[in-house]
């Protein structure tokens, strides 16, 4: 079992930045990813980035390529994202993810490439 823990949600302007952090504990030796997902009110969850526990490797969403920064901190077993430029577009509610054991996917980035999720953090950026 893996838990996650997000924070750092809030109330921001647009243009203006956000750090999300997302604490994992449990079985954290088996982590292969951790993501981040975002759900505005009547959408799909939507993939927004993920780092490979081991190496660090990063892939992005289209709609946050170049505006958001996923990275981790392994001694602390956690993974932030750092949000710039936002957008009121970026309103949602932001979900951590977790991805165990190996994986034949270098980036996972759909919802079901994912076993443990966090409870979520709301963000809204007003315009």
């Known amino acids: 079992q893996v838990q996650l823990v997000e924070s750092g949600g809030g109330l921001v302007q647009a243009g203006g930045s956000l750090r999300l952090s997302c604490a994992a504990s449990g079985r954290t030796f088996s982590l292969y990813a951790l993501g981040w997902f975002r759900q505005a009110p009547g959408k799909e969850r939507e993939f927004v980035a993920t780092?490979?526990?081991?190496?660090?490797?990063?892939y992005y969403g289209k709609s946050v390529k170049g505006r958001f920064t996923i990275s981790r901190d392994n001694y602390k077993n956690t993974v932030y994202l750092q949000m710039n430029s936002l957008k009121p577009e970026d309103t949602a509610v932001y979900y951590c993810?977790?991805?165990?054991?190996?994986?034949?996917?270098?980036?996972?980035?759909?919802?079901?490439?994912?076993?443990?999720w966090g409870q979520g953090t709301q963000v809204t950026v007003s315009s």
């Open positions: 993810a977790a991805r165990i054991g190996t994986s034949i996917i270098t980036y996972p980035t759909s919802r079901n490439e994912y076993d443990y």
């Open positions: 780092i490979r526990w081991s190496g660090g490797g990063t």
